[in-house]
């Protein structure tokens, strides 16, 4: 296969054809996006928003409502963002959300409890690791942010670009 097709690397899809989608990556620290990152940067070019609070990540929601959220589940927030989960689906029905927490075994305990009511409110992802490999690793979710962004809406082109795009010279 070539790489336009999929990428050796990874085994993902490549980044052709992927739709108008966002990645927003709502965290305190930093970590799950930049994990995140490497693990999609061997497909491509590929830019993850950062947001670290529950309203920020809301606010880029509006501007994209088909973005692929990914969230680190804290006891902090858990509550806000499981009322927020329940609400995404009639108010942002193309958006999906990730849950992750982080190997702290507090949260780890967090996670334990609240798994169920996350898958519950619309999570289709809840992970752990920040490594690659294994189940609930940045690998799956990895392969779950690209089946989104290739489904998602693609922006719609004007006659004359696409005219522009079906000539012979516009590929030179």
Known sequence: MSTDENCDQCRLPSR????SGRVIVCEPSG?????????????GDFHIEQTRSVVECWERLDEAP??????????GNVDTWLDRMAALEW???LARV?????????????????????RE??????GTSLRGEGLGGMRDLANIVFR????????????????WD???????
């Open 16 to 19: 052709a054809g992927l739709g």
């Open 31 to 43: 970590r799950w996006a930049v994990a995140l990152g490497r693990e999609l940067s061997a497909c």
């Open 66 to 75: 088909a973005a692929f959220v990914v969230v680190e589940l804290t006891r």
């Open 91 to 93: 108010r942002y029905p």
């Open 98 to 118: 990730a849950v992750v927490v982080r190997g702290d075994p507090l949260d780890n305990q967090c996670l334990s409890h609240y798994q169920r009511l996350a």
């Open 121 to 126: 409110a619309g999570a289709v992802f809840v």
């Open 148 to 163: 989104h962004l290739r489904r998602s809406p693609r922006p719609q082109k004007t006659v004359s670009d696409e005219i």
């Open 166 to 172: 079906k000539l012979p010279w516009s590929r030179l």
